[in-house]
């Protein structure tokens, strides 16, 4: 009996206080623009991953004003929070910025982005499903002037998102780890890009994103650990 029970407790205590946390996930949804000048841009029925109670919605926008910042994002009627410092422009034209939901439903929802201002001729959105990720960001970081590379620390099990715009680019490469979401046209030599990583064991990423030509690029990112 002593051995059975003496089995047991370590099974128990060995539970309580060596389980790991599951890994948060990170899934690329969708990309969209919009080339007219407006404040606010609807992208109507935007795919947001599958429906989950601890899945979060990371939307990335972007717009080709570096005057104008985002007012509000809501996600399917849900409002959004700008992630804290993932908010960036590059000094004459471009603006980023990563904001946050919690979508428990749907498969697709409208994403609204109201921007301080009439953006100038083009807005867009990146936009990932995030799945047992804490509340709270672990690390951001910004640049906006080459060569485009930041350290981003990430705990075992965490994720890490980062978008970034630009007006001369014709295309965008990310370094591995990261991989590319996507890489898409805006307006004529506006591009948009992103790129995301999930990683087995805490460290830390240099986000490397390295434009077609240099000038006028902003980027951001941001890591997320386990709940």
């Known amino acids: 009996r002593r051995t059975a029970i003496g089995v047991q407790l370590m099974t128990m205590f060995g539970s309580q206080w060596f389980a790991a946390r599951a890994p948060a996930s990170v899934v690329f949804t969708d990309s969209a623009v919009n080339t007219t000048s407006q404040t606010t841009y609807t992208f109507t029925n935007h795919p947001i991953g599958t429906a989950a109670a601890n ?131 805006i307006e004529h030599t506006t591009y948009h890009s992103g790129a995301h990583y999930a990683s087995a064991a805490g460290e830390t990423v240099t986000v490397v994103m390295t434009p077609s030509t240099v000038d006028a690029h902003a980027m951001a990112a941001v890591s997320f650990g386990p709940a």
């Open 55 to 185: 899945r979060k919605i990371i939307v990335a926008a972007e717009c080709a004003n570096n005057a104008r910042t985002v007012s509000t994002i809501t996600v399917g009627g849900v409002s959004a929070a700008l992630i804290s410092g993932t908010r960036v422009s590059e000094p004459s034209t471009t603006q980023v910025e990563l904001w946050q939901a919690d979508v428990p439903t749907g498969t697709t929802g409208t994403i609204v982005v109201a921007w301080s201002g009439v953006s100038g001729t083009r807005g867009s959105i990146g936009v990932w499903a995030v799945y047992g990720a804490g509340s709270v960001e672990h690390a951001v970081a910004i640049d906006n002037s080459s060569p485009y590379n930041q350290d981003v620390a990430v705990p075992a099990g965490g994720i890490i998102v980062a978008a970034c715009i630009g007006i001369t680019a014709t295309s965008f490469t990310w370094d591995s780890p990261m991989v590319e979401s996507y890489d898409e046209l």
